[in-house]
Protein backbone atom coordinates (compact mmCIF):
# COMPACT_ATOMS: atom_id res chain seq x y z
CA UNK A 1 0.00 0.00 0.00
CA UNK A 2 1.90 3.14 -1.07
CA UNK A 3 2.59 5.75 1.50
CA UNK A 4 0.59 8.76 1.96
CA UNK A 5 1.72 12.39 2.86
CA UNK A 6 1.32 13.77 6.44
CA UNK A 7 0.54 17.15 7.18
CA UNK A 8 3.24 18.50 7.81
CA UNK A 9 5.18 17.01 4.76
CA UNK A 10 1.99 18.48 2.71
CA UNK A 11 2.67 22.02 4.23
CA UNK A 12 6.45 21.74 2.95
CA UNK A 13 5.14 20.56 -0.22
CA UNK A 14 2.61 23.53 -0.91
CA UNK A 15 5.38 26.07 0.18
CA UNK A 16 7.05 27.60 -3.05
CA UNK A 17 10.37 25.21 -2.00
CA UNK A 18 12.89 23.52 -5.33
CA UNK A 19 12.37 19.61 -5.10
CA UNK A 20 15.15 17.70 -6.95
CA UNK A 21 13.63 14.90 -8.87
CA UNK A 22 15.76 12.06 -10.17
CA UNK A 23 14.76 10.13 -13.18
CA UNK A 24 16.47 6.87 -15.03
CA UNK A 25 17.89 7.37 -18.38
CA UNK A 26 17.75 4.73 -20.89
CA UNK A 27 21.13 3.93 -19.80
CA UNK A 28 20.12 3.47 -16.72
CA UNK A 29 21.99 6.15 -15.19
CA UNK A 30 20.18 8.57 -13.43
CA UNK A 31 19.34 12.30 -14.62
CA UNK A 32 18.53 15.23 -11.41
CA UNK A 33 16.64 18.41 -11.93
CA UNK A 34 15.25 20.70 -10.17
CA UNK A 35 11.58 21.82 -10.33
CA UNK A 36 8.74 23.71 -8.89
CA UNK A 37 6.48 20.85 -7.69
CA UNK A 38 2.50 21.26 -6.84
CA UNK A 39 0.67 18.53 -4.74
CA UNK A 40 -2.84 17.28 -5.13
CA UNK A 41 -3.92 15.13 -2.56
CA UNK A 42 -0.99 12.17 -1.96
CA UNK A 43 0.38 13.40 -5.79
CA UNK A 44 3.06 15.30 -6.54
CA UNK A 45 2.79 17.10 -9.78
CA UNK A 46 5.50 19.20 -11.59
CA UNK A 47 5.62 20.60 -14.98
CA UNK A 48 8.11 20.43 -17.74
CA UNK A 49 8.64 21.05 -21.42
CA UNK A 50 8.18 18.13 -23.97
CA UNK A 51 11.73 17.63 -25.68
CA UNK A 52 13.61 17.79 -22.50
CA UNK A 53 15.42 14.75 -20.88
CA UNK A 54 12.95 14.12 -18.18
CA UNK A 55 9.45 13.34 -20.23
CA UNK A 56 11.76 11.24 -22.26
CA UNK A 57 13.27 9.15 -19.15
CA UNK A 58 9.76 8.93 -17.56
CA UNK A 59 8.21 7.80 -20.62
CA UNK A 60 10.62 4.88 -20.80
CA UNK A 61 10.68 4.23 -17.24
CA UNK A 62 7.96 5.99 -14.81
CA UNK A 63 10.23 5.38 -11.75
CA UNK A 64 10.76 8.67 -9.92
CA UNK A 65 12.88 10.02 -6.66
CA UNK A 66 11.84 13.13 -5.44
CA UNK A 67 13.94 15.31 -2.45
CA UNK A 68 12.90 18.24 -0.80
CA UNK A 69 15.08 20.09 1.97
CA UNK A 70 13.02 22.80 3.64
CA UNK A 71 14.99 26.19 3.30
CA UNK A 72 14.44 27.56 6.64
CA UNK A 73 15.65 24.66 8.64
CA UNK A 74 18.51 21.83 6.08
CA UNK A 75 17.44 19.47 9.04
CA UNK A 76 13.83 18.72 7.63
CA UNK A 77 14.08 16.59 4.64
CA UNK A 78 11.40 14.93 2.62
CA UNK A 79 12.28 11.95 0.66
CA UNK A 80 9.89 10.04 -1.67
CA UNK A 81 9.61 7.51 -4.38
CA UNK A 82 6.78 7.16 -6.52
CA UNK A 83 5.66 6.32 -10.12
CA UNK A 84 4.53 8.25 -12.98
CA UNK A 85 0.62 8.48 -12.96
CA UNK A 86 0.26 10.95 -16.10
CA UNK A 87 1.88 12.83 -18.67
CA UNK A 88 -0.38 15.35 -20.26
CA UNK A 89 -0.44 18.29 -22.07
CA UNK A 90 -3.98 18.75 -20.45
CA UNK A 91 -3.86 21.73 -18.14
CA UNK A 92 -0.44 21.87 -18.33
CA UNK A 93 -0.47 25.69 -19.49
CA UNK A 94 -2.57 26.86 -16.91
CA UNK A 95 -0.28 24.81 -14.10
CA UNK A 96 2.95 26.17 -15.05
CA UNK A 97 1.34 29.37 -14.72
CA UNK A 98 -0.13 28.81 -11.34
CA UNK A 99 3.21 27.12 -10.26
CA UNK A 100 5.09 30.88 -11.76
CA UNK A 101 2.20 32.37 -9.43
CA UNK A 102 3.76 30.12 -6.33
CA UNK A 103 7.35 30.75 -7.28
CA UNK A 104 7.98 34.20 -8.82
CA UNK A 105 4.50 36.17 -7.87
CA UNK A 106 4.01 36.60 -11.34
CA UNK A 107 0.45 35.55 -13.29
CA UNK A 108 2.05 34.24 -15.55
CA UNK A 109 5.32 31.83 -16.83
CA UNK A 110 7.84 34.54 -18.05
CA UNK A 111 10.39 31.71 -19.32
CA UNK A 112 7.88 30.14 -22.12
CA UNK A 113 9.74 29.34 -25.23
CA UNK A 114 8.31 30.14 -29.27
CA UNK A 115 6.48 26.69 -29.90
CA UNK A 116 6.99 24.80 -26.30
CA UNK A 117 4.66 22.40 -25.56
CA UNK A 118 4.43 22.54 -21.56
CA UNK A 119 3.82 18.95 -19.76
CA UNK A 120 1.59 18.37 -16.63
CA UNK A 121 3.59 15.19 -14.77
CA UNK A 122 1.24 13.86 -11.87
CA UNK A 123 3.52 11.19 -9.62
CA UNK A 124 1.87 9.42 -7.02
CA UNK A 125 3.97 8.15 -3.68
CA UNK A 126 4.54 4.85 -3.06
CA UNK A 127 7.39 5.22 -0.36
CA UNK A 128 7.86 8.70 2.07
CA UNK A 129 10.60 8.99 4.21
CA UNK A 130 10.69 12.59 5.99
CA UNK A 131 12.46 13.67 8.90
CA UNK A 132 11.93 14.23 11.83
CA UNK A 133 9.04 12.21 11.71
CA UNK A 134 5.71 13.59 12.42
CA UNK A 135 4.71 13.05 15.89
CA UNK A 136 2.12 10.15 16.32
Partial sequence: MPDRLTSRARALLERPVIAN????????MPQL?????????????FNTADGRQKPKNLRANPAVAI????????????????????????????????LASKYLGKPSYPFRQEGERRLKVRVST?????????PA
Avoid at 35 to 44: A, R, T
Avoid at 126 to 134: F, H
Fill in 21 to 28: IATVSKSG
Fill in 33 to 45: SPVWIDVDGDDII
Fill in 67 to 98: SVVDPDDPYTVLLVRGLVKDITEEGADEHIDF
Fill in 126 to 134: ERIIAQPED
